[in-house]
Antibody, heavy 121, light 110 residues
């Protein structure tokens, strides 16, 4: 069964750091790009970051540039999102999603269940 | 920043057909196609339509997608109470180097 499982969320004070993990199972993450998408409580989806299948290119939404870093470890079938200098507005449920398209980017064909990040003093 | 605009809510009766629009598709560089996602209450989003009008395996043909000019449309026929959910359009914007989502549309099946 193809699955993504996020972990690492929690309650953190503003300015602190957190690292989210996303473990793939039932498939190899090699040859797939991946994204992080977040959803603030009661709000819509917001794309956060993307990493290419080979890790050569990474993209970020403007609001997290310079603070968040997306990375991957194909040997452990795991994606990561390192979040530094966290702000209250980063509070959200964070999903990792597989990019399943062979034609264009941002076709999120597999989603995890999400991990909750709450930034509060 | 590219903004995709969706109506906040739509409603229809069981068995009827409903459409959800997604406008503001200003970037059509290369293969920047639109996808649609269904988010049932308390669950992760699910891919319904990709590359404007293709359905992943397991998605019934009651769901369809189309694109024209700067808009895309999700159509749902034979509405069921189980279709009540939030629906999002999304795409990659090559001019921005970022993915964008619409604000979401809440479907109510009366």
């Amino acid at each position: 069964q193809v699955q993504l499982v996020e972990s690492g969320g929690g309650v953190v004070q503003p300015g602190r750091s957190l690292r989210l993990s996303c473990a793939g199972s039932g498939f190899s993450i090699t040859n797939y790009g991946f994204h992080w998408v977040r959803q603030a409580p009661g709000k819509g989806l917001e794309w956060v970051a993307m990493i290419w299948y080979d890790g050569r290119k990474r993209y970020y939404v403007d609001s997290v540039k310079g603070r968040f870093t997306i990375s991957r470890d194909d040997s452990s079938n795991t994606l990561y999102l390192q979040m530094n200098s966290l702000r209250a507005e980063d509070t959200a449920l964070y999903y990792c999603a597989r990019d399943g398209s062979s034609v264009s980017l941002a076709v999120f064909d597999v989603w995890g269940q999400g991990t909750l990040v709450s930034v509060s003093s | 920043q590219s903004v995709l605009t969706q109506p906040p809510s739509v409603s229809a009766a069981p068995g009827e057909r409903v459409t959800i629009s997604c406008s503001g598709i200003t970037s059509k560089i290369g293969n920047d196609y639109v996808s649609w996602y269904q988010q049932l209450p308390g669950t992760a989003p699910k891919l319904l339509i990709y590359e404007n009008n293709k359905r992943p395996s397991g998605i019934p043909d009651r769901f369809s997608g189309s694109e024209s000019g700067t808009s895309a449309t999700l159509g749902i026929t034979g509405l069921q109470t189980g279709d009540e959910a939030d629906y999002y359009c999304g795409k990659w914007d090559s001019s921005l180097g970022a993915a964008v989502f619409g604000g979401g549309t809440k479907l109510t099946v009366l």
